[in-house]
């Protein structure tokens, strides 16, 4: 699934009534929940085991709903099966799908600085800047779509998505959206996701025509920008950076299920759930820590202390770590899934500020934006080595690594499963 074509500046069809939601803000995290609604559906899913940690291996064969743990029930129907009960097990190291075999492999660096209107594209192999696609202003992320078989890159004041074919690594259309910052696809494909940050919207669009179907705006949720979903589908969770917030919303109905306020000091920025499905880890660079959210219950369930300014969340090939990028320290650090604390750090020598990015699809760099030093930041992740340095123009942000591997895109700068 993807978006078609729409010709730049067609009107966007169809628009229903802004779903609203109030909550009170407190000093500490606390949850307004309304009434859910849930999906029907009663699929079956395979069973696995649930720990902070990445799942043991277990038996790939359905087993009856009822007898899994509750967060893989009822799985968004359409959407593929989750296996051994790892969100993550078909995005391993060197698991690329039929579709993306025959991609470059590079790197897509758009430039979010006011005056850029650039893609810069790096060889994964020589480290080279190999190409410059010319897009929109204002551009934010590079997006893989659901299908992979192409890329987005988000140009939000030029209010377009421009698409690019990753197996030539050249912009090939441009289609009409109003202020996209961040893309997601919903697991089974059906939907868009798209961040209206300028505007506090979060819109369902159809995937296929880009056409409106409902515009969401909650309450003291401003600053709409990252999200993941959850492990069955049923809702995703939304950063909301500039009110301290999160949001769950309901993937089918589209209904505010709960909100969760973190405090005025909060800026959530990157989401992202745990390989059991367990945890959503959500990077708050306004505190300084990685806060670990209860999948289940909306609460927060502990935190992890981070050096200055946690952006970037990035789980590792094999599932048992995550790299957290600390924009305001110039550091990366590793958390291990399973212990809930920083295995490593590591330094950019001289200082950086590490934004946005993605693992190789062998999982042994990290490759990651530097926002405010105009350069690209690429560790090995066996040794935590910085071992390139690549300027590039203007403001790098929402980098995107590609060919990954994973089934299916879920958007963002490639959050596979």
């Given at each position: 699934?993807?978006?078609a074509l729409?010709?730049?500046?067609?009107p966007?069809?169809g628009?229903?009534?802004?779903?609203?939601m109030a909550?009170?803000?407190?000093?500490g995290p606390?949850a307004?929940?309304?009434?859910?609604?849930?999906?029907?559906?009663?699929?079956?899913?395979?069973a696995g085991a649930?720990?902070?940690?990445r799942p043991?291996?277990?038996?790939?064969a359905?087993?009856p709903?009822d007898?899994?743990?509750?967060?893989?029930r009822h799985?968004?129907p359409?959407?593929p099966?989750?296996?051994?009960?790892?969100v993550?097990?078909?995005?391993?190291a060197g698991?690329?799908a039929?579709?993306t075999?025959a991609?470059l492999?590079r790197?897509?660096?758009p430039?979010?600085?006011p005056g850029?209107?650039t893609v810069?594209v790096?060889?994964q192999?020589?480290h080279?800047v190999?190409?410059?696609?010319h897009?929109?202003?204002?551009?934010?992320?590079v997006?893989?779509?659901?299908?992979l078989?192409?890329?987005?890159?988000?140009?939000s004041?030029s209010?377009?998505l421009?698409?690019?074919?990753p197996?030539?690594?050249?912009?090939?259309?441009?289609?009409?959206?109003?202020?996209?910052?961040?893309?997601?696809?919903?697991?089974?494909g059906?939907?868009?996701?798209v961040?209206?940050?300028?505007?506090?919207?979060i819109?369902f669009?159809d995937?296929t025509?880009?056409?409106?179907?409902?515009?969401?705006?909650v309450r003291?949720?401003?600053g709409?920008?990252?999200?993941d979903?959850?492990a069955?589908?049923?809702?995703?969770?939304?950063?909301?950076?500039?009110?301290?917030?999160?949001?769950?919303?309901?993937?089918?109905s589209h209904?505010?299920?709960?909100?969760?306020?973190l405090?005025?000091a909060?800026m959530?920025?990157?989401?992202?759930?745990?390989?059991?499905g367990?945890t959503?880890?959500?990077?708050?660079?306004?505190v300084d820590?990685v806060?670990l959210?209860?999948?289940?219950?909306?609460?927060q369930v502990?935190?992890i202390?981070?050096?200055?300014?946690?952006?970037?969340?990035?789980?590792?090939r094999?599932?048992?770590?995550l790299y957290?990028?600390?924009r305001?320290?110039g550091?990366v650090?590793?958390?291990?899934?399973?212990?809930?604390?920083?295995e490593?750090?590591?330094?950019?020598p001289g200082?950086?500020?590490?934004d946005?990015?993605?693992?190789?699809a062998?999982?042994?760099?990290?490759w990651?934006s530097?926002?405010?030093?105009s350069?690209v930041y690429?560790?090995?992740?066996?040794?935590?080595?910085?071992?390139?340095?690549?300027?590039v123009?203007?403001?790098?942000h929402?980098?995107?690594?590609?060919?990954?591997p994973?089934?299916y895109?879920?958007?963002?700068?490639?959050?596979?499963?």
């Amino acid at each position: 699934m993807s978006f078609a074509l729409v010709r730049r500046g067609a009107p966007l069809a169809g628009c229903l009534l802004a779903t609203l939601m109030a909550g009170a803000c407190s000093a500490g995290p606390t949850a307004t929940t309304p009434p859910t609604a849930h999906p029907s559906a009663t699929h079956t899913v395979p069973a696995g085991a649930g720990t902070p940690g990445r799942p043991g291996t277990g038996s790939t064969a359905p087993v009856p709903a009822d007898s899994t743990p509750r967060r893989f029930r009822h799985p968004l129907p359409g959407m593929p099966p989750v296996i051994d009960g790892d969100v993550y097990a078909a995005a391993g190291a060197g698991q690329l799908a039929p579709a993306t075999q025959a991609d470059l492999a590079r790197v897509y660096v758009p430039d979010s600085s006011p005056g850029g209107t650039t893609v810069t594209v790096i060889s994964q192999r020589t480290h080279r800047v190999v190409r410059t696609i010319h897009v929109g202003h204002l551009t934010q992320h590079v997006i893989p779509s659901y299908d992979l078989r192409r890329l987005y890159a988000s140009s939000s004041e030029s209010n377009e998505l421009v698409e690019i074919d990753p197996r030539t690594g050249r912009a090939t259309h441009r289609l009409a959206v109003p202020r996209p910052y961040n893309l997601y696809f919903a697991p089974d494909g059906r939907q868009a996701v798209v961040m209206v940050e300028e505007r506090d919207v979060i819109r369902f669009a159809d995937p296929t025509t880009g056409a409106r179907r409902q515009d969401v705006h909650v309450r003291r949720c401003r600053g709409p920008n990252h999200a993941d979903f959850s492990a069955n589908g049923e809702y995703l969770l939304v950063s909301c950076e500039f009110s301290g917030s999160l949001v769950k919303i309901s993937t089918v109905s589209h209904r505010v299920l709960g909100v969760l306020h973190l405090g005025r000091a909060s800026m959530p920025q990157d989401v992202r759930l745990s390989p059991d499905g367990s945890t959503f880890y959500v990077a708050d660079m306004g505190v300084d820590r990685v806060r670990l959210v209860s999948a289940a219950r909306l609460a927060q369930v502990g935190s992890i202390g981070t050096p200055p300014g946690p952006h970037g969340l990035y789980p590792s090939r094999d599932g048992r770590k995550l790299y957290v990028s600390d924009r305001g320290a110039g550091k990366v650090s590793v958390v291990s899934f399973a212990t809930r604390r920083i295995e490593q750090t590591w330094t950019i020598p001289g200082g950086g500020s590490p934004d946005m990015g993605g693992v190789s699809a062998d999982g042994r760099t990290l490759w990651l934006s530097g926002r405010y030093d105009s350069e690209v930041y690429a560790f090995d992740t066996r040794s935590g080595r910085l071992v390139a340095r690549i300027p590039v123009p203007g403001s790098p942000h929402g980098l995107c690594v590609w060919p990954q591997p994973g089934r299916y895109s879920l958007g963002h700068t490639g959050n596979m499963r």
